[in-house]
């Protein structure tokens, strides 16, 4: 792969010094010299091993959106609700005033001057639609855990904002990044760079989040607004028709909201896959034993790495220099399947919900087109330095030897506390006191005969952090 770049401005030396001196006077070290992953390593190690207490203990770098988010997704596991939810608060205030302020589409341009002189973590952050999403999500499961269902479903109703903008958006993101890339005098043609980078394609799996839409849906059947029940268990059904506790409560949403035609085809697509759950669902309804449905999250999505390659530039002359890059990028990582969940003395079969890694790997597909031309552009402005440098020009080549210190720094900022997979499972159980176990942890919890009951628990390592509330009658 190689670049050509067309002829920057003469004074580019100087408004890049500014830039510098400016921006090293309120960026911290972390940023300049290191990235998000290391920074945050020990932080997110002792989280995947279960330790909450020392993962919050580690968590607070110099990134204040970022470090919200992370504390208020340990707190949560470690239900420390209210301290959760502040910290949630303080983050979606703080995204909101980014937005207010028109900061996403300065920060965000490719050609971002600061990105352009230093490197792209001194550029706000704004965290992509689907971990915003989660925001408002675990803000929601906060309420619930405290009984207040109309706080949850203000929090619902956001989300699901943020999920048609996702949608809506995907494709024009896309294509300003594509003119971006064109405006700035750089091949769009990306070559083996975006080979690393693969495209989950049409499915809205990389893009739309089941386990929200599954979590919304119930909590608006729970509060009777069954027209926004079935809007969202539909938009489930349409990211993963694949998951049983899905199926089942679109015929039962289905039903209720009258949409006969749609529920007889539901029921002749899948009747064989969901005899058991049209028993659950009449047991229920006749009022014999109470439902139970467990969402079990797994592990801890994964981080971003750094990922260092050479490319060759070409000046307008021809003349060919060659510059490292530092990108962001996800490996493959390891499965991690969680610890067996047994319920009374069964041991649960759960099913995917939501793959959280995969989200986060197409997220940061659509961004590196973007990523990719400020990176380009660094390594042309050094090229540009160094000329100048090579002509005796000291503060060129002092400019040069501080451009390659600092910019060179993948970012690799992310919400990186976020679960790696989310599944679900559906049981009927006795009118009374039950219990749930995960590893050393056990939740006793109560059954109501003809009533719902939702079992959440978050496993990392061998702890797990559990709770249930009642639904009532769905």
Not at 25 to 50: D, E, K, W
Not at 83 to 95: G, T
Not at 137 to 146: D, P
Not at 207 to 233: H, M, R, T, V
Request: with cysteine; hydrophobic share 40%; proline share 3%.
């Amino acid at each position: 792969m190689s670049w050509k770049c067309k002829t920057l401005p003469r004074n580019l030396g100087i408004v890049l010094l500014t830039t510098v001196v400016v921006g090293c006077s309120s960026l911290s070290v972390s940023r300049l010299f290191s990235h998000y992953s290391a920074g945050n390593a020990p932080a997110r190690a002792a989280l995947a091993t279960g330790d909450y207490s020392s993962a919050l203990s580690m968590t607070g770098l110099d990134e204040p959106l970022l470090s919200e988010l992370e504390k208020g997704r340990i707190e949560l596991l470690s239900q420390q609700t209210e301290q959760s939810q502040e910290q949630f608060d303080l983050a979606y205030r703080y995204i909101t005033e980014l937005e207010e302020q028109a900061v996403i589409s300065i920060s965000g341009s490719a050609t971002s001057l600061g990105a352009l002189a230093l490197n792209d973590n001194i550029t706000e952050y704004l965290p992509p639609d689907y971990e915003i999403g989660y925001l408002h999500l675990y803000s929601a499961l906060n309420y619930v855990q405290k009984q207040d269902l109309e706080g949850a479903l203000i929090e619902m109703r956001r989300a699901n904002r943020v999920q048609e903008r996702a949608l809506a958006n995907r494709e024009a993101s896309l294509k300003r990044a594509e003119e971006e890339l064109k405006q700035s005098g750089v091949d769009p043609n990306l070559g083996s760079v975006m080979s690393r980078y693969p495209d989950a394609g049409d499915s809205l799996k990389a893009i739309q989040n089941s386990y929200l839409f599954y979590i919304s849906a119930l909590l608006f059947e729970a509060d009777g607004d069954i027209n926004a029940a079935y809007i969202d268990i539909s938009r489930a059904l349409a990211v993963n028709d694949a998951n049983p506790e899905i199926i089942g409560a679109a015929i039962r949403i289905g039903a209720k909201f009258g949409a006969r035609d749609e529920v007889d085809a539901l029921q002749r697509q899948y009747g064989e896959r969901l005899a058991n759950r049209a028993a659950i669902d009449r047991l229920v309804s006749d009022s014999q034993q109470g439902r139970v449905i467990v969402i079990n999250e797994v592990g801890v999505v994964q981080p971003m790495k750094e990922w260092r390659i050479t490319i060759p530039v070409y000046d307008s002359r021809n003349n060919t220099a060659f510059y490292s890059l530092a990108l962001p990028y996800y490996d493959q990582g390891t499965v991690v399947k969680g610890l067996p969940i047994v319920l009374d003395d069964t041991e649960l079969t759960t099913n995917n919900l939501t793959d959280v890694n995969l989200m986060a790997r197409q997220s940061l597909t659509e961004q590196m087109p973007t990523i990719l031309v400020r990176q380009t552009l660094r390594a042309i402005t050094k090229d540009r330095i160094r000329k100048e440098a090579t002509n005796g020009d000291d503060v060129g080549n002092a400019l040069f030897n501080v451009f390659n210190t600092l910019t060179e720094q993948p970012d690799t900022r992310s919400w990186q506390s976020l679960p790696a997979t989310v599944h679900s499972a559906t049981a009927m159980l006795t009118e009374g006191e039950h219990q749930v176990k995960v590893g050393e942890q056990t939740l006793m919890f109560n059954v109501r005969a003809g009533q719902t009951t939702l079992v959440w628990l978050s496993q990392q390592g061998n702890n797990a952090s559990m709770w249930s509330t009642n639904l009532g009658r769905l």
